[in-house]
């Protein structure tokens, strides 16, 4: 899923569990990416809830494609980094 596809607000299918559905209801939440998102730590640097798991190593060309928004590829050298803010790229 691209930048502008969540600017554009595009979902992602998803089968999600009773005690999700139950918390993206009460949470008032109608996709699933805001839901996710909503459960990562705010950005030190703008505060967005927008923070991607930065997962380290070599992606399949297919695993990085179809890789969830709220995931984030940091490539062959693992760093300290766990969290990348999607908005404005800082990474802690």
Not at 47 to 55: E, K, T, V
Not at 61 to 66: A, G, P, T
Request: proline content about 8%; some cysteine; hydrophobic content about 35%.
């Amino acid at each position: 899923m691209s930048e502008d596809d969540l600017r554009a607000g595009r979902d992602v299918p998803a089968l999600i569990c009773a005690a999700c559905a139950t918390a993206m209801a009460e949470g008032g939440f109608t996709s699933v990416v805001d839901f996710v998102f909503s459960t990562r730590p705010a950005c030190p640097v703008c505060s967005a809830h927008r923070a991607s798991q930065i997962g380290y190593g070599l992606p399949t060309r297919d695993s990085f494609v179809n890789m969830p928004p709220w995931q984030h590829s940091g490539g062959c050298c693992v760093g300290p980094e766990q969290w990348r803010c999607r908005e404005c790229g800082h990474e802690w």
